[in-house]
């Protein structure tokens, strides 16, 4: 069974309360110990300094008989003096003296080697009628004679003293408990108060309101630190569902625009009779829009599939001068349509590690792109090489003299969906998927792409990948 309570802040308060009986625990007993130390303390020098006077009172009676001179009854120092109790004895052990207050009985047997070892010694002990007493031994000579005088109190009213001590603090031990609970329990619910609102907020937030934010009173302190994050955490997400709803959008328009123009050829296909001639070219056209659907497809594909990080590459090691030729003689019928020349330059023996397939897509669409947009008999550069600068990686350049791209547009044109329609058809172009592909490609295999280009004077792509 679960006893331990759920809520932290009862939890929290049971802490509290624990930790204080400990170290009220702990005080108790170290200020019981202190003061019964000190009383030991006050009773010993009370017992030497009484041991003194006792020491000029005792007297042999000519019979040979010990006695005590009893004057001092009526100058008595302490009150503790009153209950005095005193045993003389000779070297042999022989009692010689014992006052009324022992009634007889003994403060312990023959003399012991450890009283004579230091000047007063002090020894605890409970004589036989059940008192415990602290006894000071002390040798001195009476007339002459050499006798241990043991002089004795009753530790009784230290002990009461004590109890005394202890019943006043355990009394107010509770009560200072049952504050310190009260008081736990107060504040850990402040304390804890931001955390409740945090929660309280956080559950209103549904996806249609992803734009709400949690408040942040001390950015400095733990739980500012905590609505910090979880605001972090709430921008994040909904970014990214701006950017999943944009995409929804951009995909469901641009896959309205091939459909509609399917179904108007066919439309128009049907409103009369055509020739067979006529028919093919109407089937033309729309198989045309249908590949280029499908490659559309294709490729929205390929985006879900690295979005979902489910994309593996499949690494190899290769030349990439190779991978350059094969992408030049993918694109070289449509060049040699605009009677555009491609140059290729570069160290053939330069390697990299790449899944083929993927590094192939973005070569080809960046050559693609810049045949595309260049003008007929423009030329494009291709140059390979390996750049020592910072790290080793392969530089792969590819320069056309196309109308080039505005800076302002220069990280956009790497968005999905994005196309710089300025002047360019878009028969021309594509759904402004390749260079967003192109860039997940490269980024996939640790490089980068940058962007250099002027505007009227072309456009230069560079891919950067580790060398191997
Ligand atoms: P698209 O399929 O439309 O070519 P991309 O993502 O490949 O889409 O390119 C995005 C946009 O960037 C294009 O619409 C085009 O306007 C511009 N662009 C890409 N490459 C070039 C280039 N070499 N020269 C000029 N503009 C380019």
Same mark, same amino acid.
């Given at each position: 069974m679960h006893i331990w309570p759920t809520y932290i802040r009862t939890r929290l308060t049971l802490w509290y309360i624990a930790i204080f009986s400990l170290i009220m625990g702990l005080y108790v007993s170290a200020a019981c110990a202190i003061q019964y130390w000190e009383l030991n303390e006050q009773l010993y020098h009370a017992e030497v300094q009484d041991m003194e006077t006792v020491e000029g009172l005792l007297y042999f009676t000519p019979d040979g008989r010990l006695?005590? &001179?009893?004057?001092? &009854? *009526?100058?008595?120092?302490?009150?503790?003096?009153? #209950?005095r109790l005193m045993e003389v004895l000779d070297p042999n052990g022989a009692v010689l003296f014992r006052n009324e207050k022992l009634n007889g009985l003994a403060l312990g047997g023959p003399p012991l080697p450890q009283e004579a070892s230091v000047s007063h010694y002090a020894s605890r002990m409970r004589i036989a009628d059940g008192r415990h007493v602290l006894v000071v031994s002390h040798f001195h000579p009476v007339q002459g004679k050499r006798v241990l005088?043991?002089?004795?109190?009753?530790?009784?009213p230290l002990r009461r003293r004590l109890i005394e001590l202890l019943v006043v603090l355990m009394l107010v031990l509770p009560l200072a408990l049952i504050a310190a609970g009260f008081a736990g329990y107060r504040v850990a619910g402040k304390a804890l108060n931001p955390l409740a609102a945090m929660a309280d907020l956080t559950e209103q937030i549904t996806a249609t309101r992803l734009s709400s934010? %949690?408040?942040? =009173?001390? $950015?400095? #302190?733990?739980?500012?630190? !905590?609505?910090?994050?979880?605001?972090?955490? +709430?921008?994040?997400?909904?970014e990214a569902f701006q950017k999943l709803q944009r995409f929804t959008s951009d995909v469901s328009h641009e896959l309205r625009t091939p459909l509609?123009?399917?179904?108007s050829v066919g439309e128009v296909g049907l409103q009369q009779s055509h020739s067979d001639a006529e028919y093919k070219d109407i089937l033309g056209s729309m198989l045309e829009e249908v590949s280029r659907l499908t490659s559309m497809i294709d490729t929205l594909m390929t985006i879900a599939h690295? #979005? *979902?990080?489910?994309?593996?590459?499949?690494?190899? %090691?290769?030349? +990439? !001068?190779?991978?350059?030729?094969?992408?030049?003689?993918? %694109? @070289?019928?449509l060049a040699e349509e605009k009677k555009q020349t491609i140059f290729v330059a570069g160290d053939s023996a330069l390697s990299v590690s790449a899944d083929r397939g993927f590094l192939? !897509?973005?070569?080809?669409? +960046?050559? @693609?792109?810049?045949?595309?947009?260049? $003008? %007929?008999?423009s030329t494009i550069h291709i140059l390979l090489e390996l750049s020592t600068q910072e790290?080793?990686? /392969?530089?792969?350049?590819?320069?056309?003299?196309?109308?080039?791209?505005?800076? *302002?547009?220069?990280?956009?044109?790497?968005?999905?969906?994005?196309?710089? #329609?300025?002047?360019?058809?878009? @028969? =021309?172009?594509?759904?402004?998927?390749?260079?967003?592909?192109?860039?997940?490609? /490269?980024?996939?295999?640790?490089? =980068?792409?940058?962007? @250099? *280009?002027?505007?009227?004077?072309?456009?230069?792509?560079?891919?950067?990948?580790?060398?191997?």
């Open positions: 006695l005590l &001179h009893e004057e001092y &009854h *009526s100058r008595p120092g302490s009150r503790l003096l009153l #209950d005088i043991r002089l004795a109190y009753s530790t009784e934010r %949690v408040p942040v =009173e001390n $950015p400095n #302190d733990e739980f500012g630190r !905590m609505a910090c994050v979880l605001n972090g955490l +709430l921008e994040r997400l909904e509609a123009s399917i179904r690295a #979005d *979902s990080g489910s994309i593996q590459l499949n690494r190899t %090691v290769f030349p +990439l !001068m190779e991978l350059i030729e094969e992408s030049v003689g993918v %694109v @070289d019928v192939r !897509m973005a070569v080809i669409n +960046l050559l @693609d792109n810049a045949v595309k947009y260049s $003008p %007929v008999g790290r080793r990686y /392969v530089k792969l350049a590819i320069a056309d003299e196309g109308p080039g791209i505005p800076i *302002s547009e220069a990280s956009r044109v790497f968005d999905r969906f994005y196309r710089l #329609d300025g002047g360019r058809t878009r @028969d =021309e172009g594509g759904a402004g998927l390749g260079l967003a592909i192109a860039k997940w490609s /490269v980024e996939a295999h640790g490089g =980068e792409i940058l962007l @250099d *280009s002027e505007l009227g004077r072309g456009s230069a792509f560079t891919i950067r990948l580790p060398a191997v």
